[in-house]
């Protein structure tokens, strides 16, 4: 259990890289982003680059992680490695599009948004049982639809063995990614600013 929950906030903590991303790319939030904003290349793109370039440190970063559980402590995930790396990769993934979100949609400074981020990924991980075991199944006596959207609570559900729950919560994550996207967009294309 509280290995599995510190494999879903390992995955959260991309939510830090995602407002990193928005932080550099919008003139409002920061010298650089004015910068990068007055570039011919358009605004997506940047931001879309950025993000690529995130994923790949982020995953680097869970594929040390792995390593670090099987060969070093012996965590034995069974014939499921695969599948448990590619949960990790989802959470990821779903983690970088909260923090667009968080970094686009909340007007404020960057220090807040970081510290949102940070509230983001330590509650969900707190309820997905990282500080304490029982926490997730308390949640689901209580309000199981919490269990269902707490991304959290999704990544480490997906690392026991039942292949039925790791589709429907690859689904639902990867629903809940493109929600967060689409909407991001939207207020991307929005936003514009009367001089730099």
Same mark, same amino acid.
């Not at 939510?15 to 910068?35: D, F, P, Q």
């Not at 949960?87 to 510290?115: D, E, P, Q, Y």
């Given at each position: 259990?509280?290995?599995?929950?510190?494999?879903?906030?390992?995955?959260?903590?991309?939510?830090?890289?995602?407002?990193?991303?928005?932080?550099?790319?919008?003139?409002?939030?920061?010298?650089?982003?004015?910068?990068?904003?007055?570039?011919?290349?358009?605004?997506?793109?940047?931001?879309?680059?950025?993000? !690529?370039?995130?994923?790949?440190?982020?995953?680097?970063?869970?594929?040390?992680?792995?390593?670090?559980?099987t060969?070093?402590?012996?965590?034995?995930?069974?014939?499921?490695?695969?599948?448990?790396?590619?949960? !990790?990769?989802?959470?990821?993934?779903?983690?970088l599009?909260?923090?667009?979100?968080?970094?686009?949609?909340?007007?404020?400074?960057?220090?807040?948004?970081?510290?949102?981020?940070?509230?983001?990924?330590?509650?969900?991980?707190?309820?997905?049982?990282?500080?304490?075991a029982?926490?997730?199944?308390?949640?689901?006596?209580?309000?199981?639809?919490?269990?269902?959207?707490?991304p959290?609570?999704?990544?480490?559900?997906?690392?026991?063995p039942?292949?039925?729950?790791? !589709?429907?919560?690859m689904?639902?994550?990867?629903?809940?990614?493109?929600?967060?996207?689409?909407?991001?967009?939207?207020?991307?294309?929005?936003?514009?600013?009367?001089?730099?």
């Amino acid at each position: 259990q509280y290995f599995y929950a510190l494999i879903a906030m390992c995955c959260l903590m991309s939510v830090s890289s995602g407002v990193e991303c928005i932080g550099t790319a919008l003139a409002n939030l920061s010298s650089l982003g004015m910068r990068r904003e007055c570039a011919p290349t358009r605004k997506s793109v940047m931001i879309l680059s950025d993000l !690529a370039a995130a994923f790949v440190l982020q995953s680097v970063g869970v594929f040390l992680l792995f390593f670090y559980l099987t060969v070093i402590l012996k965590l034995d995930f069974g014939n499921r490695l695969g599948l448990s790396f590619a949960t !990790a990769l989802m959470g990821t993934l779903f983690s970088l599009a909260a923090g667009v979100f968080i970094g686009i949609a909340f007007k404020c400074s960057m220090h807040i948004k970081m510290g949102i981020a940070l509230v983001f990924m330590m509650v969900n991980s707190f309820f997905a049982g990282l500080m304490a075991a029982t926490m997730k199944d308390w949640i689901e006596h209580i309000c199981p639809l919490f269990n269902r959207i707490n991304p959290a609570a999704l990544i480490s559900d997906s690392l026991y063995p039942s292949l039925t729950r790791f !589709a429907r919560n690859m689904g639902i994550l990867a629903v809940m990614t493109l929600v967060l996207c689409f909407i991001s967009g939207l207020i991307l294309r929005r936003s514009d600013y009367a001089s730099l």
